[in-house]
């Protein structure tokens, strides 16, 4: 198939002259796969509508959020319902204490949570609070990890374990910088040596417990439990960043699936059903450091707000009562996962394939990806000419090599099948 590109095209030309790059956030345009980015008109249920008509069965659904795919009635209900009660007010609402009674009892680890307006403000302020928490500066994060753009996360990876970062885009400067120190994930040992070499500094261990931006990564046996251990002895804030894991993996995410209990998490995704959410919590004795109960101030005009927390409601809500959602995810993509692995059997590819629950990433290398370094083997020009074939055959995956898949619960298994179908097609012509 040709798809017809005539409107995105042109609106890409207009958003060029007045949006930075033509987009709201970088990845959408694009860059990394070659080609232009389409301007999507409409979506429902797994099939995402362009400008100029183009339908695609689409596994990134907002980077996470659509769980339940495009367009859901019960989310679309309840936000329709809240609106007609004004979209802000600024002021305490039940809404409020309904979502965070109910964060509390799907994430246990969860005592208290403060409500936010994006994962970056969610992993933003848990720095702040660990910092405010334990009276030390630093905190140790993992490389290819992504916690949002705040400052303090934006460090490029170091040379060596106890290199201090260095600031990998222009406007961090160095004295923030400092205060973040790299690991390679998956590596107990070298955050134990890191930890070492400053003692009593560390305020914070941040990681994603399954890595999904540098492509779908699973952590180690053992290697969750070991972090759990240094943390507990050295009196560290373990914070894990489950803004993409969190209701996706489990209704308890990733803390749930391998049974490690971090000290605080941070939220974000599919807790706002789509609309602009994040939230941090955790122990309420490191909670209650939180202004206005205690000294680390953070704060938002918009935070709770109504429509939001709507939205957010009626997901959790929806996710917790309904636990076939997780079953059938994992089923329908196993089903999309083995039939790829088959057709990368039946071509001889040696190609990498990841995957838990309702993500994968399929990474071009032989080699396997545990962490950073491995993931960047990957051929990153294959994985562009496999975008652009896949978008031709209707399917429309993250455009970047370094993103895991998020498959919705509103795949069907005959879209899971064209999905293969449309493997088998791209794969061969790669490779035939
Ligand atoms: C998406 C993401 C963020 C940032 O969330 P935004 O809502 O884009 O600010 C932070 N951490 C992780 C793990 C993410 O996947």
């Known amino acids: ?58 596994l990134i659904n907002s980077w996470g959020p659509m769980i339940l795919g495009h367009a859901h009635e019960g989310i679309e209900a309840a936000v329709i319902e809240a609106i007609k009660g004004s979209v802000s007010f600024g002021a305490p609402t039940a809404r409020e204490v309904e979502i965070a009674e109910l964060i509390c009892e799907m994430v246990p680890s969860i005592e208290k949570v403060r409500m936010v307006n994006s994962g970056t403000e969610a992993a933003m302020s848990v720095a702040r609070l660990a910092r405010g928490y334990t009276g030390r500066d630093k905190i140790v994060k993992m490389e290819g990890h992504y916690h949002g753009h705040a400052d303090s996360f934006l460090i490029a990876a170091g040379s060596g374990l106890a290199t201090n970062g260095v600031p990998n885009s222009p406007g961090v400067t160095e004295g923030t910088a400092k205060d973040t120190l790299l690991v390679p994930y998956n590596n107990l040992e070298a955050v134990e040596q890191l930890v070492a070499a400053h003692p009593k500094q560390i305020a914070a261990i941040l990681l994603e417990p399954v890595p999904g931006n540098m492509g779908c990564v699973l952590p180690k046996p053992g290697y969750l439990e070991g972090l759990r251990a240094l943390c507990d002895r050295e009196g560290i804030v373990l914070v894990f960043d489950e803004v993409m894991t969190g209701f996706r993996l489990a209704p308890g995410g990733a803390q749930e699936v391998f049974g490690v209990t971090p000290d605080i998490t941070a939220l974000g995704k599919i807790i706002g059903g789509g609309m602009p959410v994040g939230a941090y919590g955790g122990k309420k004795e490191i909670m209650d450091f939180v202004s206005p109960q205690g000294p680390v101030y953070q704060a938002g005009t918009l935070s709770g707000n109504p429509v939001a927390m709507a939205a957010g409601l009626a997901m959790l809500q929806h996710l917790k009562q309904h636990p076939e959602v997780y079953e059938y995810l994992q089923s329908i993509t196993y089903r999309m996962v083995s039939g790829i692995k088959q057709i990368l059997e039946d071509l001889q590819l040696p190609y990498t394939m990841n995957h838990i629950g309702s993500m994968y990433s399929l990474f071009f290398t032989d080699q396997q990806v545990v962490d950073f370094d491995t993931a960047q083997t990957t051929d990153t020009e294959r994985f562009g000419q496999y975008f652009r074939g896949m978008l031709e ?27 293969i179908e449309a493997n088998r097609r791209v794969l061969t012509a790669m490779h035939g």
């Open 1 to 58: 198939m040709t798809i017809q590109k005539s409107n995105s095209q042109s609106l890409f030309g207009n958003a060029k002259q007045f949006i930075p790059g033509g987009v709201n956030s970088p990845v959408r345009a694009f860059k990394a796969v070659g080609g232009d980015p389409l301007f999507i008109k409409s979506a429902k249920g797994a099939v995402l509508t362009d400008e100029d008509g183009n339908d695609f069965i689409e």
């Open 393 to 419: 055959e209707g399917v429309y995956l993250a455009p970047s090599q370094y993103e895991s898949l998020f498959v919705s619960s509103a795949l069907t298994e005959a879209q899971a099948d064209q999905v």
